[in-house]
């Protein structure tokens, strides 16, 4: 991998100084946790733009295979009353912590039920511990660079995702871009497919303080299995660098 390669793939460049993207740290935990579990980048991507193009008010025709999907948030919406106090600021809102040296996109700022906080988007199949890693690195980020009066005080997941169920046994079918997944039910049934049903999840998320600290260790462990890399980067911040790398 050569040093540009690996900037791109793992960071950003603000203000002149490579800061790595809270993803590229939590993938740490997630990877050898979860391998083999199913999510796809593609269907994550589409949500994500279909969602941002809805908050915006801007004009988009949805992919049909998505709309379930795209109903459940709505339905969301109303029944939480979120508010978007300024859509361009507010989503797909880029955030950094100099101070920490990491950098990130937060799907949304909102204000649900009266309480401003962050929502991370997700649309796989369950809720998975790193979130609780990337969602307290983001608010931590986010409230260091707005007025007090624009802080976030709390972050939320919101897990959005749709799934067909066999009339006869109860299996769920996942189809996203292309790939199938069956789960439950009884493998010898010959399945009878619904359409498509939305669900949703919607957590709030507590103890923020002790995951932000996980979180600087899991980046801690992260500079220091990139460390033969970061150790070229001329502008990654030197002085947030941990242990490892001084
Ligand atoms: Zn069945």
């Known amino acids: 991998m ?3 390669y690996f900037k791109h793939r793992y960071g950003y460049e603000v203000e002149g100084m490579w800061m790595p993207r809270v993803t590229a740290i939590t993938s740490l935990i997630s990877r050898p946790f979860f391998a083999g579990s199913y999510r796809s980048a593609e269907w994550g991507n589409k949500v ?8 915006k008010e801007e004009m988009h025709e949805a992919e049909k295979e998505i709309e379930p999907t795209l109903r459940v948030f709505e339905q969301w919406r109303k029944e939480y009353t979120v508010r978007i106090i300024s859509p361009k600021e507010d989503i797909e809102c880029k955030v950094y912590d ?3 040296g990491y950098a990130g996109t937060v799907d949304m700022v909102a204000e649900v039920q009266g309480t401003r906080g ?3 988007l997700k649309t796989g199949n369950a809720i998975r511990d790193e979130h609780s890693l990337q969602t307290a690195a983001y608010l931590n980020a986010y409230n260091k660079g707005v007025q007090k009066k624009l802080q976030a005080k709390t972050r939320w997941i919101l897990r959005i995702d749709q799934y067909e169920e066999c009339k006869g046994c109860l299996a769920k079918r996942s189809m996203k871009s292309g ?5 439950g039910g009884n493998e010898w049934c010959n399945h009878q497919w619904s359409y498509a049903k939305g ?8 103890g923020k303080e002790e995951d932000f600290q ?4 899991a980046k801690e462990v992260w500079e220091w299995y990139h460390r033969a890399f970061l150790r070229k980067v001329a502008n990654y911040p030197k002085n947030v660098m941990q242990k ?3």
């Open 2 to 4: 050569s040093i540009d």
């Open 48 to 55: 994500h733009y279909a969602v941002e193009k809805i908050l």
């Open 98 to 100: 100099f101070e920490n």
């Open 118 to 120: 962050i929502v991370d």
């Open 179 to 183: 790939k199938e997944r069956i789960s």
């Open 199 to 206: 669900e949703t999840e919607f957590v709030e998320l507590e």
């Open 214 to 217: 996980a979180f600087l260790a």
């Open 244 to 246: 490892v790398l001084i």
